[in-house]
């Protein structure tokens, strides 16, 4: 293609727009850091994997105190990731999520899955993988564990806020067979 094509100009731009996307996520994540550093709970949400700066400054901004809600169960209900099922009578209808919380919570901690996911050694990637064993060309089985690693995203962020304590990346139990397969009893 000739460097002066319509075509060429289009993808310098859209270059050009991503470039000043990057740049502008970049100057948030600097704020956001710089205004929050001395925050523990800013620095306690940015240690759970999938969760950054933008990501911790929205969970903070969009919850408020999260050491308000009792139960992980009202924390998961304030951000629409509570089953519900529409029934009338003998009629039970299908059991999905109620999306009546704060969708921006919601989203927030969506994204926050999706890159966990994908991170090395965590609990979050492993269970994606014992939710879709056997199955990983089922679409609707991975949105569903999607959905579970959302709400166990935002059960976690709930956790380590209430109690103040670090994220782990695995619960250490009292019997250690349980994750050593070299340990295992015959």
Same mark, same amino acid.
């Given at each position: 293609?000739?460097?002066?094509?319509?075509?060429?100009?289009?993808?310098?731009?859209?270059?050009?727009?991503?470039?000043?996307?990057?740049?502008?996520?970049?100057?948030?994540?600097?704020?956001?850091?710089?205004?929050?550093?001395?925050?523990?709970?800013?620095?306690?949400?940015?240690?759970?994997?999938g969760?950054?700066?933008?990501?911790?400054l929205t969970?903070? %901004?969009?919850?408020?105190?999260?050491? !308000?809600f +009792?139960?992980? @169960?009202?924390? #998961?209900?304030?951000?629409?990731?509570?089953l &519900?099922?529409?029934?009338?009578?003998?009629?039970?209808?299908r059991?999905?999520?109620s999306?009546?919380?704060n969708?921006?919570?919601r989203?927030t901690?969506?994204?926050? %899955?999706?890159?966990a996911?994908?991170? !090395?050694? +965590?609990?979050? @990637?492993?269970? #994606?993988?014992r939710?879709?064993?056997?199955? &990983?060309?089922d679409?609707d089985?991975?949105?569903k564990?999607?959905?579970?690693l959302?709400?166990?995203?935002?059960?976690?962020?709930?956790?380590?806020?209430?109690t103040?304590?670090?994220?782990?990346?695995?619960?250490?139990?009292?019997?250690a @067979?349980?994750?050593d397969?070299s340990?295992?009893?015959?």
């Amino acid at each position: 293609m000739p460097e002066d094509s319509a075509a060429v100009t289009m993808f310098r731009m859209v270059i050009a727009q991503g470039r000043s996307l990057i740049h502008q996520r970049d100057e948030i994540e600097r704020l956001a850091h710089a205004r929050l550093a001395d925050d523990v709970d800013y620095q306690l949400l940015r240690n759970i994997p999938g969760i950054g700066p933008i990501n911790a400054l929205t969970i903070l %901004a969009e919850a408020g105190d999260l050491r !308000r809600f +009792n139960h992980h @169960r009202q924390f #998961l209900k304030f951000c629409g990731l509570d089953l &519900a099922t529409c029934q009338s009578g003998t009629f039970r209808g299908r059991t999905r999520l109620s999306k009546y919380g704060n969708a921006r919570l919601r989203r927030t901690f969506w994204m926050a %899955a999706q890159v966990a996911a994908r991170q !090395r050694d +965590n609990s979050f @990637r492993d269970k #994606l993988g014992r939710y879709i064993a056997g199955h &990983a060309d089922d679409a609707d089985r991975r949105r569903k564990a999607m959905t579970a690693l959302t709400a166990k995203m935002a059960r976690v962020a709930h956790a380590v806020i209430k109690t103040g304590t670090e994220y782990r990346p695995f619960l250490e139990r009292s019997d250690a @067979r349980w994750k050593d397969p070299s340990l295992q009893v015959p």
